[in-house]
DNA sequence: GCCGTTTTCGGCCCGACTGTTTTCAGTCG
């Protein structure tokens, strides 16, 4: 049992009820408790197995016992009834932008759709658009919503595939017979969403290998099974390869296969030049060439150093000019996740945040930070309990009090009282400069209206980067992985404007966001723009999407001086033009 | 279904946007 699955649960019996028609609140009361499930801070699997669930905020008597039921036996009679009334592959249409349970419902009755196939075929026939409250634009709407899910159908965000690989990749290395294993592929050159899971083992006996791999409980289904190579689903599709291979490949086969193709392809046209092929196993001399064997490379630091170039992160093989500065030894020193002293943009329960202000102090405490940056939601935000001004300024006064206990207690730590303010439709922003004054920075960020032409969102992004007392951008294409486009934005007006007026873009590392795109850091960087690397975060446990941000800053090329938030406390308040906390 | 408490049941988050209608329902943030 795991606690994704604890929470997955409670999320479908929501959507089941939902399709019910059932008491919009009982359905609220069930998402709820699925976040709680997700955000809670401990070892919630346990404590439902043991059946000692009780007084966490938004799971009572009711929750409690299905969570016990779920965690202790593994099903859940409730849940399994609900299931049985509704066809299986009708819960892929909730993942439909547009769609939501009542026009599902109604397609359900009249017109039995009941998956994504047949509610492509009624837009298509003409059927949906006569049905009563649908009509053309509808059915169009949906037809485009169908092609963007289908384009992305087999693919996975980077967060959702990270723990599994850990969970894998340490039953591999506790197999005896394991000399070395790695995840290699687009998951290691950290790309904001996989296809599937490369695994790469250094072993003398493959087949015992292949043979724990794929006996696993989480292998759902094996594809492909061999002497030294396996593929198997893992639940909901994910897709995981095995390469077998002896301890002398290791380095040819994880530089191989943790790509990208065309990086790769611009290694073995370095190794030709230089009378050697290369392979995914080995490095070779070229036919009819004079070369002698080359060394066995122990890892693939060596690799790259015997074709003439500096080591590449994985994080940078995309050959987007990383080969032509390795040659130059003109790499950039890479950001660390241990580089980070703290980190801005972060919820806390006053709007739709989980923890308490405390709680979140104290677990950024728990990661060695000197600092957070607390950017709850501001008034316009109402459906995350935005704070309006009064409220902001209990939160300030909140905050001082918790500084000057942990300065009491001696310790090195400071809350930043910040927002995350909206940038309402005309660019204006939802609070006057008097009380942005009174904060210690300004997150600003788009929550609304989202659909405008570029034109006008870019104006409207500008307007707002564009008062002195905004610190940094906000997620600035506002994208969901694998579901939401990113709005209209001309990226690079935006990136000019902030760094004409001296705005930090946010790199939020939520993992459905990791927005602004690693594409554009390199642009951001070149015009002098700061990066702040900021989880999103909403729980305690979302603090440690940096990790996430670490990856991404890493693949956008940035070293520790364009991310504010690897400065100490000393300078981060110097930088944020603050009286020093002691 | 949860919470808080006037300890037993009433209240629970609100507004913009879109497309459908012609005054509003559904979806989204």
Redesign the pocket.
Known sequence: MTRDRLADTLEEIALLLELKGE?P??I???R??SETVRLFSGDIVKLATDGELKG?????????QKLHELASTGKLE?YENLRSEFPETLFDLFK?????????K?LYDSLNVDSTAKLKEVAESGEM?AL????????E?ILEAIAFRESNADRFRLGDVAEPVQMILESLRSHPDCLRAEAAGSYRRAKETVHDIDFLVATSKPTAIIEHFTDQEWVEKIIAKGDTKASVYLAKGLQCDLRAVSNDEFACALAYFTGSKEHNVAMRGRALARGYTLNEYRLAPKEGSDKGAPPIFENEAQLYSFLGLEFVPPEMRENTGEIEAAEEGDLPDLIELENLRGTFHNHTNASDGRNTLEEMADAAIDLGMQYLGIADHSKS?????GLDATRVRDQIVAIAELNARYQEEGSRFRIFAGNEVDIL?DGSLDFDDELLAELDYTVVSV?????LPEAQMTERIIKAVSNKHVTMLGHVTGR?LLQ?EPYAVDVPAVIEACAETGTIIELNCNPWRLDMDWRWWKLAKEKGVKCSINPDAHGTAQLEYLWFGAKLARKGWLTRDDVVNTMDLDAIEEFLGLDPIN
């Open positions: 008491n609140f009982k609220r009361a069930y709820t408790g966490i905020k938004g799971i009572g008597d009711a929750l409690q409730y439909i932008q547009g769609l939501g349970p009542k026009k599902i109604a658009a009563s409250g649908f009509g053309k634009k509808t059915a709407k935000s109402f459906q995350a309990n439709k929550h609304n209206a989202m659909t969901l939401r």
